[in-house]
């Protein structure tokens, strides 16, 4: 189990401390994973190897996974990830609390989700006729993109890459090297539907984003996401604890270490 | 080829709580039963150690497979319907044991006045007070003669729950004493007495103690660890099918449960219902089960889809007003009779919000039903205020301020400082049926295996949106008085339109019971007056919604209506005729 002492740097500071500031650390992370540097040091940045209580899990096979584990399965252009890290990224970023989305995998969870059974809407009714080609039908129903033929990996790629589109065509510089306030103006035009997106809404495609990227910070870190367990830290939300009986009539605020369905599995 | 089985002497469909406690009865009276389940076979052992949001709460582990089986929706009959397409939407049970096994474990009773809404109505207020294009009726029974069902399900689910001050006589007390009381509760509890209310703890499936029911099956102590809803419980201490009913059932050895079978309709002569057509999903394979009695403990969709792709009984057309099957559809909907309320968010207190149980909190019931004068209200029915501290997982709740961004920094700064300085409270509210809100089959849209889905068209009608609005305010209220530092308070507005979310899991409707056969698909014993041997079950026999959660009345009904069945199975003909003895 993690300790409660606040993560620390490199040079012991606490990590909440140090100035690497967000804006500054995306241009980092584009360079690094714009192929410049191994993908082991990408890896231990992103698991916070800048976390001295790293060190220790480097050492065990979990943070060995890890590594393994942030590569592209689903995104096969690279520009395509380069954006929707900035993106997640402005949807919650790094600050003084703790790690934004890009620290806590939040684009390698996307990535991986994409890649299974949710990117592809297995479980979901696919039945033609879809409601966005019936002329008297109620476009009321349902949210994230649900009447669209598209598929949410679909949605996601022409999403990132339309955002990149703006991005060129308003500032004519790439979504994921425009400033932070390029980024937020192209993204709060999505959200409220005013960029012309093709076979699905460009609202209903930054709600996937949104949902998304919360999902990626505070899921069990099994699924590539939450880094660490540092999004149930920020919230000090402690994951799979077997029980509370002894903590719930009392009026003090329980600080608990997080337990990770890994910790409680035990196997 | 449709293959031929053996006859048994009952077919069910569906394994959760009806089918189960339909199941215990007749095993346990010596009859033998076949269970179908479209869902997967499910144990307590699947639910050790899997206290995942990611999995059950935003990707449904548990819930229905949409691209089985789904609904489609429309606001009104002028429109055209669309398929529900995913769980965000639709969040029904599967599996066995099914939505008994997700459930919260809210455990409450209905009042007397819900069975007879229409003679108390008149009674109280005149004939005029009922809107015109309501179509509430008369159960056909009353509270005094459904209360020996509800202790009997009390005592199988081991609920346990405190005396509620101005709640319906009871013949016996609640099998367990209330769970434990949180702070949170507490707040609720104090603000709502300095209001002149008469808070209550609300009754719960999640043990507050280990417990052996009736039938010698063990429910484990709670151990508040939050994961109820949409969870299978790791500790064996919610009530569930799988740990009750279904185990009973089991142990006699006259029961089984065939999973992966999904049926597709009644066999039937017009007047006797011979078996169940199903498919075995995993080989594509059609079987007719043969049964003496046949029954449909579906959830409501499944029910009344079922009657009308078998062609038993009159489809409901709401432009006459005739016929039966799929009217009076009711729910708990998303926009308008829960999920809404007030929630405040405090500045200087901290509270353990990711503790809790499903079926964990307060109450008040001064506003329930009939229980306040609606003579200068312009609604019926009612509402009860609750918090209920079911336990706050990290990706679902991220509530800030009104006045906070949906994303970016300050969205991240305040969903992280409130997610535990944040408490909600909410107006669960009765529904009333009205003539345009109904199912019928879909003329488009078709199932996995080439059968219609079901329709469903809802309109809110002017007392729904009235009730609502009324019990927003209360909420406001109260949570004023728990002190909070600011609140969003939700608006209902006077065009609101039914969203097309399924997500409450409580619907209600389709085949009604009464005390005829002119205003009803079934009897009191949920046996349908056209055919005899045929028992449809659950939810699809209420008339209307209450403001509370079903799941307990849905049990009585079912040990009332397995009364029936064994008396049928005994003597034929239409058990209703004359009252039964209790335990026939």
């Given at each position: 189990m993690a300790d409660q002492q606040p993560p620390k740097d490199v040079n012991g500071k606490p990590q909440h401390e140090q100035d690497l500031g967000r804006r500054n650390f995306l241009k980092n992370t584009g360079l690094v994973a714009g192929g410049l540097v191994g993908g082991s040091i990408f890896g231990g940045l992103l698991t916070g190897g800048l976390d001295k209580k790293n060190d220790n899990i480097a050492k065990n096979d979990s943070n060995k996974g890890i590594e393994v584990t942030q590569a592209r399965q689903f995104f096969t252009r690279h520009q395509d990830f380069k954006v929707l890290n900035a993106a997640t990224e402005q949807i919650?970023?790094?600050?003084?609390?703790?790690?934004?989305?890009?620290k806590l995998g939040v684009p390698y969870y996307i990535d991986k989700q994409l890649a299974g059974r949710w990117g592809v809407n297995a479980y979901d009714y696919r039945q033609a006729p879809y409601a966005i080609d019936l002329k008297a039908a109620d476009q009321t129903a349902g949210p994230g993109g649900e009447q669209s033929i598209l598929d949410r990996g679909m949605i996601f790629l022409l999403g990132l890459r339309k955002m990149d589109e703006e991005s060129q065509k308003r500032f004519e510089v790439t979504f994921d090297k425009a400033t932070e306030e390029q980024q937020i103006e192209i993204m709060t035009d999505f959200e409220a539907n005013k960029v012309k997106m093709k076979g699905v809404k460009a609202s209903e495609y930054f709600i996937l984003l949104k949902q998304a990227t919360l999902e990626g910070a505070y899921c069990d870190p099994l699924y590539g996401g939450n880094i660490n367990m540092e999004g149930w830290k920020m919230k000090e939300f402690p994951g799979a604890v077997a029980s509370y009986a002894n903590y719930i009539e009392s009026d003090d605020f329980a600080k608990l270490d997080p337990v990770s369905l890994r910790d409680y599995q035990g196997h | 080829m449709v293959k031929q089985l053996k006859k048994v002497d009952a077919v069910i469909v569906g394994s959760g709580w009806v089918g189960g406690i339909a199941a215990a009865e007749l095993t346990k009276a010596g009859y033998n039963v076949v269970i179908l389940e479209r869902g997967k076979n499910k144990k307590h052992e699947d639910y050790i150690g899997t206290k995942d949001e990611l999995r059950y709460s935003k990707r449904y582990d548990l819930m229905q497979e949409l691209n089985k089986d789904t609904i489609t929706s429309r606001n009104s009959m002028s429109k055209e319907a669309i398929p529900v397409r995913n769980n965000m939407n639709a969040r029904l049970g599967n599996h066995t044991g099914g939505a008994g096994v997700h459930w919260n474990g809210i455990a409450f009773r209905w009042l007397p006045y819900d069975f007879e809404i229409y003679s108390k109505t008149v009674e109280r207020y005149g004939k005029d007070k009922i809107p015109k294009e309501?179509?509430?009726?008369?159960?056909?029974?009353?509270?005094?003669?459904?209360?020996?069902?509800?202790?009997?399900?009390?005592?199988?689910?081991?609920?346990?729950?405190?005396?509620?001050?101005?709640?319906?006589?009871?013949?016996?007390k609640y099998p367990n004493p209330p769970m434990k009381e949180t702070p949170n509760i507490r707040l609720f509890t104090k603000a709502t007495k300095a209001l002149g209310y008469h808070p209550y703890r609300i009754p719960s499936a999640n043990a507050s103690q280990t417990y052996t029911n009736p039938d010698g099956e063990t429910i484990n102590g709670c151990v508040y660890c939050a994961f109820c809803e949409e969870y299978g419980c790791d500790f064996g201490a919610k009530a569930d099918p799988i740990g009750t009913v279904l185990k009973t059932a089991h142990k006699t050895g006259k029961m089984e449960i065939r999973n992966d079978a999904f049926v597709n309709r009644v066999s039937h002569d017009g007047k006797k219902a011979n078996g169940l057509i199903y498919t075995d999903t995993t080989t594509g394979e059609e079987f007719e089960q043969l049964a003496d009695i046949v029954v449909l403990a579906g959830f409501v969709f499944t029910n009344t889809k079922l009657l009308l792709h078998s062609k038993i009984g009159q489809p409901y057309d709401p432009k006459t007003g005739q016929g039966i099957i799929g009217k009076n559809f009711t729910g708990h909907f998303n926009n308008l009779s829960t999920y809404i309320g007030a929630r405040g968010f405090f500045e200087d207190k901290k509270f353990n919000n990711f503790m809790g149980a499903g079926g964990m909190g307060a109450t008040i019931d001064d506003f329930s039903g009939d229980n306040e004068d609606h003579t200068n209200l312009d609604f019926l029915h009612g509402y009860e205020v609750h918090y209920s501290q079911l336990g706050s997982r990290p990706i679902a709740n991220n509530a800030v301020p009104y006045d906070t961004p949906g994303w970016g920094k300050e969205f991240k700064k305040n969903s992280i400082k409130y997610y535990n300085r944040n408490l909600f409270i909410t107006p669960q509210s009765g529904f009333l049926p009205n003539k345009n809100t109904y199912m019928d089959l879909d003329p488009i849209y078709k199932d996995a295996l080439g059968n219609p889905l079901l329709r469903v068209t809802v309109e809110y009608a002017k007392q729904d949106i009235a009730r609502a609005k009324a019990g927003v305010a209360r909420c406001e209220e109260i949570m004023k008085e728990m002190g909070a530092d600011k609140m969003n308070v939700d608006v209902?507005?006077?065009d609101t339109v039914f969203d097309h979310k399924f997500y409450t899991d409580h619907f209600f409707g389709g085949a009604i019971m009464g005390a005829s056969p002119k205003n009803s698909a079934v009897n009191t014993y949920s046996q349908m007056w056209d055919m005899e041997n045929l028992f449809v079950v659950g939810g699809s026999s209420f008339p209307h919604n209450s403001n509370y959660n079903p799941t307990v009345t849905i049990g009585a009904f079912a040990y009332r209506a397995a009364e029936g069945m064994i008396k049928f199975l005994k003597e034929g003909g239409n058990v209703a005729v004359k009252p039964l003895e209790k335990n026939a």
């Open positions: 919650l970023p790094e600050d003084e609390l703790g790690p934004g989305a890009i | 309501s179509t509430m009726q008369d159960w056909g029974i009353t509270y005094d003669e459904l209360e020996p069902y509800y202790d009997q399900y009390e005592k199988t689910a081991a609920i346990s729950g405190e005396e509620n001050p101005i709640g319906p006589p009871r013949s016996d209902v507005k006077d």
